[in-house]
């Protein structure tokens, strides 16, 4: 549907944002970038989305200036309380515990760049998630299936993980990790893409 003008970078090895691009008919290589991940102290979870994605992004297109390269961060919060990939089952119980019943904020951060285009965008998407209410035994039982391990605020959102919403404000590509709708018009803006 889509043909890029110029040789496409994604950097990062999400395989959910490798389909998106994917169902937009894009050709792009993969080159995960290899950053800290660290927030620093005082920083937004806002910004700090912001900040990886440009890294990342910064990080591929300086090593391939002729490419546009595309970077990505999502992070989950709830009251400014970053909540990452779990480091096991039971983080990832206790991150569902704190979410459930509540609204949070996914927000993806994706960063442009095109080295010998002096092309350097930056921005950030959020989703507002409600979760609803579950019994421990239910979470628990989600979390022994694996799917959250991988993912920030430890679920997914287009797989079982879908049960714990209860609603959702704003862009649902976002949620599952890249805003498909603006990432588009970025390129488009720029002229680094064709309809086809």
Do not use: W
Not at 108 to 125: H, K, P, Q, Y
Not at 182 to 192: D, I, K
């Amino acid at each position: 549907m889509f043909i890029a003008r110029c040789p496409l970078i994604l950097a990062s090895a999400s395989p959910r944002r490798q389909e998106y691009l994917t169902r937009l008919g894009l050709t792009f290589r993969i080159m995960p970038a290899t950053i800290d991940e660290t927030p620093e102290p005082g920083e937004s979870p806002s910004a700090f989305a912001r900040r990886m994605a440009a890294t990342k992004a910064g990080q591929i297109g300086d090593a391939h200036p002729e490419a546009c390269v595309i970077g990505a961060d999502t992070v989950v919060t709830l009251d400014r309380r970053i909540f990452g990939k779990p480091r096991d089952h039971e983080e990832a119980l206790t991150m569902l515990m704190a979410l459930q019943g509540q609204t949070h904020e996914v927000i993806t951060g994706f960063a442009l760049v095109a080295r010998s285009r002096n092309i350097e965008e930056v921005d950030a998407v959020t989703t507002l998630v409600t979760f609803g209410v579950f019994a421990e035994t239910i979470l628990r039982a989600y979390v022994d299936s694996d799917e959250p391990m991988d993912k920030a605020g430890a679920y997914g959102i287009q797989g079982i993980g879908s049960f714990l919403v209860q609603s959702l404000t704003g862009s649902c590509s976002n949620v599952v990790g890249l805003p498909v709708h603006a990432v588009v018009q970025s390129l488009l803006t720029h002229g680094l893409l064709n309809g086809g």
